[in-house]
């Protein structure tokens, strides 16, 4: 399956910017559909991530946040960040996996794209 993400950018502390990820290939690979980041410095972390059926869990650093959603008909998954933070300020990855997994490096990833957040 390949991953094309896109939609980071330059954001001030407070906005909000919209990633999207369309997934091409085998869509049987796409069952779990998520986010993880990574910044300097610190370990790869999950930020959220959705099920075919519509299951999302989130990281507690945004609960309230960052929404998760997919188009199935599409293969795209979406991640809103509201109210960001510099601690959010990150390499942001898609990823696909075909069952929940707490194991960071499992599934098949995206290039990335970079959040920064300015204050």
């Known amino acids: 399956v390949q991953l094309q993400a896109s939609g980071g950018g330059l954001v001030q502390v407070g906005g909000s910017l919209r990633l999207s990820c369309a997934a091409s290939g085998n869509i049987f690979e796409t069952a779990v559909m998520g986010w993880y980041r990574q910044a300097p410095g610190n370990q790869r972390e999950l930020v959220a991530r959705m099920t075919r059926g519509g299951t999302t869990t989130y990281a507690d650093s945004v609960k309230g946040r960052f929404t998760i959603s997919r188009d199935n008909a599409k293969n795209t998954v979406y991640l809103q960040m509201s109210i960001l933070k510099p601690e959010d300020a990150a390499v942001y990855y898609c990823?696909?996996?075909?069952?929940?997994?707490?194991?960071?490096?499992?599934?098949?990833w995206g290039q990335g794209t970079l959040v920064t957040v300015s204050s």
């Open positions: 990823n696909v996996r075909t069952v929940p997994s707490e194991n960071v490096f499992a599934g098949s």
